[in-house]
């Protein structure tokens, strides 16, 4: 049963899994090699998240995703270097949509309250269910949480760049610098609270309460 719960989740969580998205991705690629490749890439990653998601991320072998993919081994490295950076493609992906959508909030709506909409509206795509699944596959291995650790330093990076865009005030640039670093942060520990008290609902929830303290304090 245990099993039939994770190939429901994978696929679930597959069908909101946007291959454009992924990093190295180029939408204006006009020759055939270049779709082709794109195309690839995209299957791949997808595959292979499938596979962590389905049989676990240890259990599942580089060897596993070619097949299931339809390429060699050999094939796989002109992709990714390893699962690691498969996963961590994945993660990038899905905050290159964060950062997409937070570009088409109106500049007249505060900052800190838009990067807060934007967040909790990605993660309440998820069931609880389906974070579980994926925040499993994040802390699978040691390499890949240290790695996803240092991965939050890009996203931070993205995050301020693009308050830049829609506020494009030359004044506003230290407060954005503060609102990118207080929104990463009050992810991070909104991550934390949910996997400490799953009780307490979901992590759109988690980061609801977390914003919550944020605006008390300030």
Not at 48 to 63: P, V
Not at 68 to 82: D, E, M, N
Request: hydrophobic fraction near 45%; include cysteine; proline fraction near 3%.
């Amino acid at each position: 049963m245990h099993r039939v719960h994770n190939l429901l989740h994978s696929v679930q969580i597959c069908k909101r899994f946007d291959v454009t998205a992924l990093p190295d991705h180029d939408p204006d690629a006009g020759g055939a090699r270049a779709r082709k490749r794109n195309a690839t890439r995209a299957r791949i990653a997808e595959t292979g998240l499938q596979l962590f998601l389905r049989d676990g991320y240890e259990a599942t072998t580089l060897d596993d995703i070619a097949a299931a993919a339809g390429i060699s081994r050999r094939s796989f490295f002109s992709y990714f270097k390893s699962k690691d950076d498969l996963v961590l493609a994945w993660q990038a992906a899905a905050w290159q949509e964060v950062c997409a959508a937070l570009r088409t909030v109106s500049p007249d709506t505060a900052p800190l309250d838009a990067v807060r909409r934007t967040l909790v509206a990605h993660a309440a795509q998820y069931q609880h269910e389906e974070m579980e699944a994926l925040d499993g596959v994040m802390r699978a291995s040691e390499t890949l949480t240290i790695r996803k650790q240092a991965a939050y330093a890009t996203q931070e990076a993205m995050l301020f760049d693009v308050l830049c865009e829609v506020w494009r005030q030359p004044e506003k640039r230290a407060a954005l610098r503060i609102v990118a670093m207080v929104a990463m942060g009050a992810m991070r520990l909104a991550i934390e609270d949910w996997r400490r008290r799953p009780e307490a609902g979901s992590a759109a929830q988690a980061l609801e309460r977390t914003f919550d303290l944020i605006r008390a304090e300030i």
